[in-house]
């Protein structure tokens, strides 16, 4: 059992979450949110909202929900910021403590295990869900004690089911993000070995879905944290470089495209809007 730390103190003694409708310094903030939570999140991935995604885009889809975005003041300047996935009703949140800096210290994400081992269906319900506390290295689990409370406190009117959840599990990840490498990334049968993958990226579980199995033998959708200009200047780099190589950029988008050992394919990077910390990589073999 955790004890309660200075962080625990604090948050049991002042449990009254500030809600922030003030949509203009929301706009302001949730960029520098996002970047936040990319750094420290990096390439992690696991399944938790959906089926091995980005830890960081999961933990943003979190706290999308801007107008029930609440904050809580914590000791040293420090603060717990949470909300919800917009489409989850509640039912999928997600909470960061940030530093006076503005860095992440620790996050939780509320969720179903949904995607969990392949698997389309979700281990919980709207009374039951599964916490993970993700910790900065060095960072005391001890010390993430105000999102373990904050997990324990949702409002009825915020889940669908408008009943009250417990928590049944409780896991505890070290992010590491300097140093923590992409799930390699496993090829669709057909797709060619000779077309080089962006190293520091996952597949895009969501949208390689959504293709045919004829097309996915030449697409694979990827994504990543890093910017475009990293995925471009990657496949411009390339030793040997590609032969007939074309690239450029412009704003949330780029590409290059070239042959390499005989094989023609582009690369496609893209930044949804909703999602500006997150490249969305699409690699097409030529027919």
């Given amino acids: 059992m955790l004890s309660l730390s200075t962080f625990g103190t604090a948050f049991a003694a002042s449990p009254v979450l500030v809600l922030n409708t003030d949509s203009e310094s929301q706009d302001a903030q949730a960029p520098a949110l996002d970047r936040a939570v990319a750094r420290f999140a990096g390439v992690a991935s696991g399944s938790y909202f959906w089926s091995e995604g980005l830890v960081a885009e999961q933990l943003i889809a979190g706290l999308s929900a801007s107008l029930h975005r609440q904050q809580l003041a914590l000791p040293g300047n420090a603060r717990l910021l949470s909300s919800y996935r917009s ?12 530093d006076a800096r503005g860095d992440v ?3 939780a994400l509320a969720h179903r295990g949904c995607g969990a081992d392949g698997k389309a269906a979700c281990r919980g319900n ?3 869900a599964e916490l993970v506390v993700f910790l900065r290295p060095g960072f005391d689990r001890a010390n993430a004690q105000p999102l373990l409370a904050w997990s324990t406190r949702v409002p009825k009117e915020d889940l669908q089911s408008g009943e009250a ?6 896991d505890y990840i070290t992010l590491d993000a300097a140093h923590t490498a992409a799930v390699p990334v496993k090829r669709p049968k057909g797709f060619s070995a000779k077309v080089p993958l962006y190293p520091r990226a996952v597949v895009y579980r969501n949208g390689q879905d959504a293709l045919s199995d004829e097309k996915a033998k030449r697409v694979l959708r990827l994504q990543t944290t890093d910017s475009i200009a990293q995925v471009l200047a990657f496949y411009k780099q390339l030793t040997p470089p590609l032969a007939g190589m074309q690239s450029g950029a412009d704003g949330r988008t780029g590409y290059v495209l070239g042959t390499r050992d005989g094989v023609s394919f582009s690369v496609n990077a893209q930044q ?3 999602m500006p910390v997150v490249t969305n990589i699409e690699i097409e073999i030529s027919e």
């Fill in 272 to 274: 949804p809007r909703d």
């Fill in 87 to 98: 489409t989850g009703g509640g039912g999928e949140r997600a909470a960061v403590m940030l």
């Fill in 165 to 170: 959840e417990k928590i049944v599990r409780t």
């Fill in 105 to 107: 210290l620790a996050a």
């Fill in 126 to 128: 709207d009374q039951r």
